[in-house]
């Protein structure tokens, strides 16, 4: 997944930026899909977010896991406010980046 996202910045559900490289060598990472306007994605959300956070507890630091959240949101406030609101402390492809952007399906 490095390979993948190397070169670029992950937020927090804060807004801090952190090098991916960094945030994601030697870890497996799950992207996860989601959007706040989304039902399934406002049921399954918290249940990630406990699983996340068990795992991460128990785990020696730095823990092996990550969850990389990509946006379907319809804007940047929509996505921080979707973070803040059910999100772990995992992290997020910025609403601006081009990769983001590219992973999405196009709207009909």
């Known amino acids: 997944m490095v390979d993948v996202l190397g070169g670029r910045h992950l937020v927090t559900c804060k ?7 960094v945030a994601l060598q030697n870890k497996v990472v ?5 959007a706040a ?7 399954f959300t918290p249940l990630l977010c406990d699983f996340y956070t068990a795992l991460v507890a128990e785990a020696r630091r730095p823990a092996p896991f990550e969850v990389v959240f ?3 949101d319809g804007s940047a406030r929509e996505m921080l406010d979707f973070m ?3 999100h772990g402390a995992w992290l997020a492809l910025p ?3 081009p990769y983001r952007q ?3 399906p196009l709207s009909s």
């Open 102 to 104: 590219c992973s999405l």
């Open 84 to 86: 803040r609101e059910l």
């Open 37 to 43: 306007r989304c039902a399934p994605s406002r049921d």
């Open 70 to 72: 990509v946006s379907a």
């Open 15 to 21: 807004g801090a930026a952190v090098e991916a490289e």
């Open 30 to 34: 799950a992207l996860y899909f989601a």
């Open 95 to 97: 609403f601006h980046d």
